[in-house]
């Protein structure tokens, strides 16, 4: 019986892009599902998106390239190409896109390709339009996800997620649980090896 990895997480998180990077490129090594939950970390947010320099205004320019310079470099050593987004985006509708996803067999695929565009090419993941057209370049109708955001028929299930969430401690993004193990934040290739290895042997999913 595969192991299931339940990973807390949230788009607009850079440190969620590596951390689900990670853990897919660990895939071939373990038997393990993963379980991707979506966890919004700034509800806040305007629904169109703001300028990235509008958050946390007091921030100098040094300190925000340092950051990202640190960030990017983590991203090349889990083999992604990221880069800070110009517009920070209210990520609702796209956590409630991936809930839609999850009734498929491409909902890792459209994760893949939401973190990708928000990291890698800018985009608005706030925009319906363009969740739509990620939902089908991931191989989903994207009129039937579409559909299913309008009616608002996955918001119930954030909140309970939410909920779940804070009940085990979750306060931050991303928080990974194998099996009863949990591991906070992107962790390197290794770090993650040995969580899932120790998992692995308590549970018996080790390949």
């Not at 100098?60 to 083999?79: C, N, P, S």
């Not at 209210?90 to 896109?97: G, H, V």
């Not at 890792?108 to 925009?127: H, K, V």
Request: overall charge negative.
């Amino acid at each position: 019986m595969p192991l299931k990895l339940e990973m807390f997480s949230d788009f607009i998180c850079p440190f969620c892009y590596i951390g689900f990077e990670v853990v897919r490129k660990l895939k071939p090594e373990f038997d393990f599902e993963l379980e991707w939950k979506g966890f919004q970390i700034h509800p806040e947010w305007p629904a169109e998106g703001m300028p990235a320099a509008q958050w946390r205004g007091g921030m100098d320019a040094e300190t925000r390239k340092a950051i990202w310079t640190r960030i990017v470099g983590m991203g090349e050593a889990a083999g992604i190409a990221m880069k800070p987004p110009e517009t920070y985006a209210n990520s609702r509708l796209a956590l409630e896109a991936a809930e839609f996803a999850k009734s498929t067999d491409r909902a890792e695929a459209f994760e893949e390709r939401i973190y990708r565009a928000y990291f890698s090419e800018g985009l608005n993941i706030g925009q319906i339009g363009v969740i739509k057209e990620l939902a089908a370049d991931a191989g989903i109708d994207a009129a039937a996800m579409s559909e299913a955001i309008e009616s608002g028929r996955y918001q119930a299930t954030l909140k309970e997620t939410a909920a779940a969430a804070h009940q085990r401690g979750v306060s931050g993004v991303p928080t990974f649980f194998a099996g009863e193990f949990p591991m906070v934040g992107a962790q390197s290739e290794d770090v993650m090896r040995m969580l899932l290895k120790r998992a692995s042997e308590r549970f018996g999913a080790a390949k």
